[in-house]
């Protein structure tokens, strides 16, 4: 019996002694714990008001976001004659050229207005060759059109002037346009001041 009491108070005392110990061990990490939640609430917040800072910002840029103008189309670009050739026949090119270009000719006469330039005729179209390089092309207004350039247009005064401007030199027997040293010259008869041809030539022929 006197044994038993020993232990009882051993035991007893244990118990009490771990009360203490657990009381003392126990407010910290609940204060740790109520530290972490509120780290992570407060993070959250942070997060929400940097999240409400952001999409204001986003708002405020939009409503500064001027509107886009509407496309305006291009304006139509006049194509630039520098009358490097009529019907594909350059001043340069020569008669191996010329049939290369354009096959054997119809005839082959001598010029009626100056006799040492030798006359090529193709349909619609004749082509002077002074020493073998082409002096002058005629095409002839029953031909519809003809090409400068590349482009092609009608044979007449308006279409021309359309797209070569106004001409360089007015003569009574037709108006002239020039590029540098290559001229397109319109004839038109002197009486019925209709078009008869276009010539296409060398300054120096003139």
Known sequence: MNKVIPIVLLFGGLTIFGGFISKAISPPAFEMTTQAVTSTVEAKQATTSADMQSIELKRINLDKVEPMEESKPNKTVKTKFDLNNVN????????????????????????????????????????????????????????????????????????????????????????????????????????????????YYHHSNT
């Open 88 to 199: 594909g026949i350059s001043l340069n090119d020569n008669v191996e050229i010329v049939i290369e270009k354009l096959g054997q000719p119809i005839s082959i006469d001598k010029d009626s207005y100056t006799p040492e330039l030798i006359v090529y005729t193709y349909e619609e179209m004749n082509i002077g060759f002074s020493d073998g390089i082409v002096s002058y092309v005629e095409v002839l207004v029953a031909a519809g059109t003809v090409k400068i350039d590349g482009i092609s247009l009608r044979i007449d005064s308006e279409s021309l002037k359309k797209a070569l401007g106004e001409p360089d030199f007015v003569a009574e027997d037709g108006i002239v346009f020039q590029r540098n040293v290559f001229l397109v010259k319109l004839f038109t008869d002197m009486e019925t001041h209709e078009v008869t041809s276009l010539h």
